[in-house]
């Protein structure tokens, strides 16, 4: 869900691949205010369909012709590490950079440290055919992941995952008594949908995923999205109020 208090048009971009690109930070492409930074120059590996607010290469999400998928979500606290040595890249455009040249989770997680993104308060979710999937954070300018083992609930919402897991641990099925009840708005929405997914019916398909995000509504959504990883297809939907 893309949540927000005001009308937020989105657009749907198709990105060829062998297409050459230059990385820009946000500076540049805001007042054109050049970084000592390295600059970082590519050609992409493969295509993708992403979802757009400030036009083609600066993305929210998408996902690549071999099942690759990246999405931003808001983290408060969230601030980007501090190095001239390494490019600097504004993080719409750096979730585009993951989907020209990586097939995997593990490739992005293997690569995080060759680019630095800037920005303002985001985290990132991704995944991939594989069923792999992790958490990207950049809290008080240290990184950390969150993939395996370290993210048993693959959801991610506006608050930091580590914080998110103690929350949900509180509840009856993931280790404490309190029932988690759907119908209940006060419910944290990372609580809901872990419920739904740990419930989910065998045949749950790309349904099941509006039903998902329909419960995690909380007045604010202006589209959501579901994105089939195995198939490498896309649905999305306007608000529904």
């Known amino acids: 869900n893309l949540d927000q208090g005001w009308d937020t048009p989105g657009t749907i971009m198709i990105n060829k691949r062998n297409v050459e690109k230059t990385g820009v930070s946000l500076g540049e492409l805001l007042v054109g205010r050049k970084l000592p930074n390295p600059p970082i120059a590519w050609t992409s590996r493969y295509g993708s369909v992403t979802f757009n607010q400030w036009g083609k290469e600066f993305i929210d999400g998408g996902i690549n012709e071999v099942g690759l998928y990246i999405q931003e979500m808001s983290l408060l606290g969230t601030r980007f590490p501090e190095d001239e040595e ?5 993080m719409m455009q750096w979730m585009q950079y993951q989907l020209d040249n990586y097939a995997s989770v593990e490739e992005v997680l293997s690569n995080l440290s060759t680019i630095v993104p800037d ?28 993939t395996g083992e370290t993210m048993s609930i693959p959801v991610l919402c506006n608050t930091a995952y580590p914080d998110e897991m103690a929350n949900l641990a509180r509840y009856a099925g993931f280790g404490g008594q309190e029932p988690v009840r759907l119908r209940d708005k006060r419910t944290e929405r990372f609580v809901h949908a872990a419920y739904m997914i740990q419930n989910a019916p065998p045949s ?13 509504e909380r007045g604010l ?19 529904s109020g």
């Open 119 to 146: 920005g303002w308060f985001w985290h990132f979710f991704v995944s991939d055919g594989h069923g792999n999937s992790a958490a990207v954070e950049f809290v008080d300018g240290v990184l950390s992941v969150y």
């Open 221 to 239: 959504t202006q589209w959501s999205i579901v994105i089939d990883v195995n198939q490498g297809k896309s649905k999305a939907h306007p608000a």
């Open 204 to 216: 749950a398909d790309a349904d099941y995923g509006f039903e998902i995000l329909k419960t995690l």
């Open 86 to 90: 390494r490019p600097r890249m504004f």
